[in-house]
C-alpha cells in the first residue's frame, strides 16, 4: 500500500559496508556501550549495499536467538530494524520477516505490559508497558511506503526496536529503584564474567 511518511528534519547517512553475495554476522554491541544511546539517521539510498546489510541483520538476529534486531545493535546508525515473530510453532520463517526502514508510529490503541529481554541486555528481562495496537508507516528494502497494523506482540516488538532507533534500551523505561536494582545485578553480573 502506498502512503506518504509525516515531515520530519531529515538527517541521512550513508552505508559503507563492503557489498558480497554471501551473508555474514555482525557482532553485536551490548549495554553500556555508548552507541546504543546514538539517535539512528533516516535512510535515503534503497540499494544493494543496504539489502546486503539487511540480510546479515536477519543472519545475526537468528544465530542470536532474537525476534528483532535494530541497525545501531551492530553499530549501524540507521533507522533500519528487522523482526521475525515466531509462528504457532516457534517457528521463525523468513517469508515472515519484516525489514522496517524509517519507521513511524500513529494511531495508538490501549496499553499492555510484557516481560521483554533485549540483545544488547543479554540475559535479562524486565516487565513494560507498551502500546497494545498501533498503525505504524515505514519503507521496505526497496524504498516503497507501507502501512503496517499490529497488535500484541509484533506492537511490542516494534516499539522495543524503535526505542533503539532513538537511542534507548528498555531498561531505560523501567522506574528508577527498578533501575537501581538492574544495575547492581548487572554489574555483579559483569564482575563474574571477568
Known amino acids: 500500500m502506498q502512503c506518504t511518511l509525516p515531515m ?38 534503497f540499494d544493494t549495499q543496504l539489502h546486503t546489510f539487511l540480510d546479515n541483520m536477519y543472519e545475526t538476529m537468528i544465530s542470536s536467538n532474537g525476534i528483532g534486531l535494530a541497525a545501531i545493535q551492530v553499530a549501524m546508525p540507521i533507522r533500519a530494524l528487522i523482526l521475525c515473530i515466531p509462528d504457532e510453532e516457534g517457528n521463525q520463517e523468513l517469508s515472515n520477516v519484516l525489514e522496517i526502514i524509517n519507521p513511524v508510529i500513529e494511531n495508538t490503541i490501549g496499553k499492555m505490559t510484557y516481560q521483554e529481554g533485549c540483545l544488547s ?34 506492537s511490542i516488538a516494534i516499539q522495543h526496536e524503535m526505542d533503539h532507533l532513538d537511542g534507548k534500551l528498555f531498561i531505560d523505561r523501567l522506574s528508577y529503584s527498578r533501575r537501581k536494582k538492574f544495575e547492581k545485578e548487572y554489574k555483579k553480573v559483569l564482575k563474574e564474567k571477568k
Open 121 to 154: 541486555v543479554p540475559g535479562f528481562y524486565e516487565d513494560i508497558e507498551r502500546y497494545e495496537t498501533l498503525t505504524l508507516r515505514y519503507h521496505n528494502r526497496h524504498g516503497i511506503e507501507c502501512t503496517l497494523q499490529a497488535d500484541d506482540l509484533l
Open 8 to 45: 520530519m528534519k531529515k538527517k541521512f547517512i550513508t552505508l559503507s559496508i563492503t557489498t558480497n553475495t554471501s551473508t555474514m554476522l555482525l557482532p553485536i554491541i551490548t549495554y553500556p556501550n555508548k552507541l546504543l544511546k546514538t539517535v539512528s539517521s533516516e535512510v535515503a539510498m
